[in-house]
């Protein structure tokens, strides 16, 4: 079935870095890709939506400067998390539609310090 | 308050035995429902879904929606040490798996 590749699984970067994260749809085209943010014990929030080609389109309470977005591809979308602060430490995850599911990268756990 | 409430759990049950997993809603325009089991640092996997009210079947999951009542279930029978996992529901609207609605998930062990 189709498969959604995210990168890195984990990483652990100094406070005030930068990170990015990748999130790869192998072997289906996906216009559509969607980020995630989940804290410990709680549910997945919807971060933005990234869409191929144009800018990505943020949920309420998510800085945009912060969590830069780029859909370059119809393969691939990066989240990068500029200036990082320990409050950003957390499990990042992305998602791309399907027809009839939507697929889950593995995500990647990130740690602040 | 939430638009999915959903028990956090812990929930243990020994083997062999039916799990019940719950969800409500508020929000009445949405479609389709889902649960995703997720393991421990693991993206979800999507485990079944639904556009209407009633019963799924799928192996030894059953998924139950009652719209009228804004309440989803998710059934295991005969559960296996290798269930144990988080569970979420999910819900959404619109055309296609676009943006979900999660719950926060509810934890299981089913012990040997």
């Known amino acids: 079935g189709a498969v959604v590749s995210q990168h890195p699984s984990w990483v652990i970067c100094k406070s005030g870095t930068s990170v990015k994260i990748e999130c790869r749809s192998l072997?289906?085209?996906?216009?559509?890709m969607f980020w995630y943010r989940q804290f410990p014990k709680q549910s997945l929030m919807l971060m933005a939506t990234?869409?191929?080609?144009?800018?990505?389109?943020?949920e309420q309470g998510v800085e945009k400067d912060k969590f830069l977005i780029n859909h370059a591809s119809l393969t691939l979308s990066t989240l990068t998390v500029t200036s990082a602060h320990p409050e950003d430490s957390s499990f990042y995850i992305c998602?791309?539609?399907?027809?009839?599911?939507?697929?889950f990268g593995q995500g990647t756990r990130l740690t602040v310090v | 308050q939430k638009e999915v409430e959903q028990d956090p759990g812990p929930l243990s049950v020994p083997e062999g035995a039916i799990v019940s997993l719950n969800c409500t809603y508020s929000?009445?325009?949405?479609?389709?429902f889902m649960w995703y089991r997720q393991y421990s640092r693991k993206g979800p996997e999507l485990l079944m879904y639904?556009?209407s009210s009633g019963n799924k079947e799928d192996g030894r999951f059953t998924a139950q929606v009652d719209k009228s009542s804004k309440y989803i279930s998710l059934f295991i029978r005969d559960s296996q040490p290798s269930d144990s996992a988080t569970y979420l529901c999910?819900?959404?609207w619109g055309t296609g798996f676009q943006k979900l609605v999660f719950g926060t998930g509810t934890r299981l062990l089913v012990s040997p």
């Open positions: 998602s791309a539609p399907a027809v009839v599911e939507a697929f």
């Open positions: 072997d289906f085209q996906a216009t559509t």
């Open positions: 990234s869409n191929e080609g144009s800018k990505a389109t943020y």
């Open positions: 929000n009445s325009a949405f479609q389709y």
């Open positions: 639904t556009y």
């Open positions: 999910a819900m959404g």
